[in-house]
């Protein structure tokens, strides 16, 4: 009998406790928790996009809350190597964020500036506009920005924002600058700021930064400023055997933007972006009483959250971790491609990239992987292409083939 109700009991406490699960993840708002319901079920398929799915920041939300910092008003405001400012922040942990990734991308230490941006584009802006303010203030004269046609988006919109002179160079079928091109294009008689592609957008193409270096150097009459878009690349290639691929001092470059959603598993658009301390020197002045400090950044306000999980993921992740993600992807990569060349699917790959481009499918396969298009006559028209992160193992691999002969 005494077993009877100690069993009993015990099914009581435990049908309570999954009956308080179930009713934490309701919101009281239908709409709400379906699209919630939907977002977790349909993120295993999701190939389209740059987004590694394996998040792992259980243990940090757990922290967070039990020490109620949901309920504070956190930012990040100011200049993370200079004095604080008079807001809830994390300087400190900034700072040791950018001193722990700056040596990965052959950034000293002693030279160095940064800061944990809201995005790839906010590190691609702040690039941009510290580049123009270096030619300028060093040349006296306001430079020309090249990039290449098939070059991430924001690289015009940005180019338009800060009102620039923009010459767009033409690009080869696999989406790399074309070296030739770029030197037809060049205003030598004005500072060049040129910003390299790791990765491009579509066809995950790597601009031939020696090829285009050497165009350069033949011209050393003209100030050049390097600005590189490493947002997903840089995260992953950092930790693998081609690391001198985002090396600043093999490539002379200037400063670089990175994302943090892409490859390190962020739960929220973040990144960082890497400097030189000469470049920051040369920015105009701004300083700003009420901050305590120079505020030569863009933006003001920064997310203190995103410095937080940055850290946390130093620590709960780490360099070794990320190795073997970062060969697993590369190796997950030639997998895909393989299948798709033993079916005989037109598909196609660039040099130490994760981005598949291939024929367009059925928008049945196109819909369940969350795949993304584009048309290009020189690959037969119709086109999508799939990233592979760290969530795309070989089951998903060969449940896509299965799909795609279906």
Not at 62 to 75: F, P, Q
């Amino acid at each position: 009998m005494k077993a009877f109700i100690k069993f009993f009991l015990l099914a009581a406490v435990a049908a309570t406790v999954f009956s308080s699960c179930q009713n934490n993840s309701r919101s009281g708002y239908g709409e709400l928790d379906d699209w919630a319901k939907q977002i977790v079920s349909a993120k295993r398929a999701s190939m389209g996009y740059p987004v590694n799915q394996n998040i792992q920041l259980d243990r940090f939300y757990k922290w967070y809350l039990a020490n109620n910092l949901e309920n504070v008003g956190l930012n990040n405001v100011g200049d993370p190597f200079g004095a604080a400012g008079g807001l809830l922040g994390a300087h400190k942990f900034e700072r040791e964020v950018i001193e722990y990734f700056a040596p990965l991308y052959d950034y000293d230490l002693g030279n160095l500036w940064g800061i944990v941006t809201n995005s790839g584009t906010d590190g691609n802006n702040h690039g941009i506009y510290f580049g123009v303010n270096y030619l300028k203030n060093l040349t006296g004269k306001m430079p020309v920005m090249y990039v290449s046609d098939e070059a991430h988006y924001s690289n015009p919109r940005i180019a338009d924002l800060q009102n620039l002179d923009l010459c767009l160079v033409k690009s080869d079928p696999m989406g790399r600058m074309i070296p030739e091109e770029l030197e037809k294009v060049l205003d030598t008689t004005r500072p060049c700021l040129i910003v390299y592609a790791m990765g491009s957008t579509f066809k995950g193409a790597i601009d031939d930064m020696d090829a285009l270096n050497a165009v350069l150097d033949a011209h050393p009459e003209m100030a050049v400023y390097r600005h590189v878009d490493a947002a997903l690349f840089g995260g992953y290639l950092a930790f693998t055997q081609y690391r001198d691929m985002v090396s600043a001092k093999k490539y002379r470059i200037n400063s670089m933007a990175i994302s943090g959603h892409k490859f390190f598993g962020l739960d929220d658009p973040a990144g960082f972006f890497l400097t030189t301390r000469e470049v920051y020197d040369l920015q105009d002045n701004n300083a700003v009483a009420y901050l305590n400090g120079d505020m030569k950044m863009i933006n003001c306000s920064r997310s203190t959250s995103s410095v937080l999980k940055f850290w946390w993921m130093i620590h709960e992740i780490g360099k070794d971790e990320w190795a073997k993600q970062a060969v697993a992807i590369l190796e997950n990569t030639r997998y895909f491609k393989e299948q798709l060349d033993s079916i005989g699917y037109p598909s196609w790959l660039n040099e130490y990239s994760n981005t598949l481009f291939f024929k367009r499918p059925s928008d049945k396969v196109c819909k369940k992987y969350m795949l993304a298009h584009n048309y290009d006559e020189n690959f037969g028209g119709d086109l999508s292409h799939l990233v592979v992160m760290q969530h795309v193992d070989h089951a998903l691999i060969d449940e896509f083939i299965k799909d795609i002969q279906e």
